[in-house]
């Protein structure tokens, strides 16, 4: 059964109002089903609802197991909808505090929207009756949302339409607050997303029947929440970004890729708040600026450069301006998170940095950010042997690598022991890394035993003495060099 429109009322404890509104609905002739998403009200709210339901086959109802929080109820009804195919979808409270009859104001002005929001803020009664402090609330709550996530729209009500055949359902995936916090949390993801928002001006009465269920913990944890958000929207607004998950081919277990793709997913609001902001800033503002300038320095714009172990791509997203990129990794979930940074971009490859999916001498450079120290030493020479392969001659590979003596290294193992050691806490802030830049003699003699001539060792305040930054030339082919062992099996035994 596929339903065109629907209209969502979550509920708990309305049994005094689920008649009222239900006839008030029914007077305007939407043309739309509906769905009540009842979070098990003591009051009987949910047995109430079975009883109209059985006598009318438009009216749906969703029991959830208790009260799990109102966003959450939006969020479960928004993906029946999507499940239904419903392709207009109108949410309100069951308060009476909606009015039905605005729904058609709503819904012309989704003509030129993919979201419509009731306005409480445009007119001067539009809360007349309303109490001091409830007032209060709702209009700081208004302030803040506008001022700290940078959009105008009154982003706390629950009175909307969406038009759900335009908005990607993975949008309402990224949303993580479950409570009344949901109602900004989604309006500034679709926000950010490009969707097309208008206002429709609203009045509010008082609450006909009834109590508010917003609790002092409610508005404590949607302040905090709010904060985080607006931190992230300032320092890794990718991460609000929706991108469509790249396709993985089905294939054999890998347990490589599946662990860089559990890493990949893992990242989001839960855990390591801090350190992620932390570490967007310093890739936005110290590590990229870096990226720009010595790849500026090596290749000429419009070269063809793979960037080998990709991850998120944070940190070439002006370079990929200037010249040609293909982002390559192990991790599908690591190429969406490429996508985020990318919009549009469309030459990723899913592939292992031991064996490349391309031509030999198909490059004209190689480079990669925090990938090389995750091997074991044994590992390299394949993965030089490989860059090698894929490099036209006279190509170059630039690397920064964490050295033992860098800041960022330092301070990150000093993290770990004070965290897990100190705290007894099982944390890790990064992937293990196992080989680390230990001297340049280390890395003159992989190179030289690859076929490259390095052409720069640095370590400096460009980037804040985070990486030793290698270049090397391609200055020989090694494909028919039999000291080198070809087989990634050989590599993996003798690493054993």
Sequence with gaps: MSIKSLILIP????????????????????????????DHSPDGTGKALDHLAAQDPHLHVMHRPGKLGVGSAHLDGIRWAYDQG??????LDADQTHSPEDVFRFLDALKEADIVVGSRFNEPD??????????????????LTSLLLGMPYDATGAFRVYRLNAIPRGIFDLVQSKGYSFFYESLHLLFVNGMRIREVNIQLPARTYGHSKMRASDII??????????????????????????????????????AWDAYWKSQGYAGKILYDMIAAFYRRFIIRPAVNHFLSKTFTPGSHLLHAGCGSGAV???????????????????????????????????????EIP???????????????????????????????????????????WPPAWGVTVNVLDSAHFVLNRVLGRNVKLHPDEHTRITSRAQTQGWLDDAGFEMTKFYFGPRDLFTHQIIIAEKIRDIQNDASLPREIGAIELERK
């Design 86 to 91: 419903v392709e207009t979808l109108i949410t």
């Design 126 to 143: 539009s809360l007349i009756d309303w109490s001091y402090f409830r007032t209060f609330l709702t209009t700081v709550g208004h302030k």
């Design 358 to 400: 391309a031509a030999n001498r198909t490059y004209d450079g190689i480079f990669n950010l925090g990938v090389m120290e995750h091997f074991h030493l044994p590992q390299l020479p394949l993965i030089f042997r490989e860059f090698n392969r894929v490099l036209k001659p006279g190509g170059r590979i630039v690397l920064y």
């Design 316 to 354: 070439d997203v002006d370079i990929a301006r200037r010249m040609r990129i293909t982002a390559l990794d192990i991790s599908s979930a690591g190429l969406t998170e490429y996508r985020r940074n990318h919009p549009g971009h469309d030459d990723l490859v899913l592939g292992s940095i031991f």
């Design 11 to 38: 509920t708990y404890n309305e049994i005094e109002n689920i008649e009222l509104i239900l006839a008030r609905i029914r007077t305007l002739d939407l043309g739309a089903d509906l769905l009540f998403v009842d």
């Design 221 to 258: 944890h949607s302040v905090t929440f709010l904060g985080t958000l607006a931190l992230r929207y300032r320092t890794a607004r990718s991460r609000l970004i929706y991108a469509k998950p790249y396709d993985a081919p089905s294939g054999p277990p890998d347990a490589d890729r599946d």
